[in-house]
Nanobody, 120 residues
Framework: QVQLVESGGGLVQAGGSLRLSCAASGRTFSVMGWFRQAPGKEREFVAW????????YYADSVKGRFTISRDNAKNTVALQMNSLKPEDAAVYYC???????????????WGQGTQVTVSS
């Protein structure tokens, strides 16, 4: 059974940092990524990374502030979030699949989400 389990969310002041982690079990994935969804908004792409480690892609809104990384030995993906802004507040979801895409529909498995709250 495939499972993705996120951790690391919480409350942080604007300008602060948080690190999210996602542990996958049941299989490995070519592509792992992060999405987020704020109240009343659609789920939006944040970042993806290929298993090889040589390909990453970020949403413009987080480029230069967030860094995605993977540990293939542990089958995990992390999202280091720096210089957080109030508009980064959302539920963050880990996603996994085989397509290099920013479309949520392109991912086959999802975590349950972890809340990130940024106070101004």
């Amino acid at each position: 059974q495939v499972q993705l389990v996120e951790s690391g969310g919480g409350l942080v002041q604007a300008g602060g940092s948080l690190r999210l982690s996602c542990a996958a079990s049941g299989r490995t994935f070519s592509v792992m990524g992060w999405f987020r969804q704020a109240p009343g908004k659609e789920r939006e792409f944040v970042a993806w990374m290929h298993r090889r480690g040589d390909m990453t892609y970020y949403a413009d809104s987080v480029k230069g502030r967030f860094t995605i990384s993977r540990d293939n030995a542990k089958n995990t993906v992390a999202l280091q979030m720096n210089s957080l802004k109030p508009e980064d507040a959302a539920v963050y979801y880990c996603a996994a699949g085989v397509r290099l895409t920013i479309q949520a529909e392109g991912y086959d498995y999802w975590g349950q989400g972890t809340q990130v709250t940024v106070s101004s």
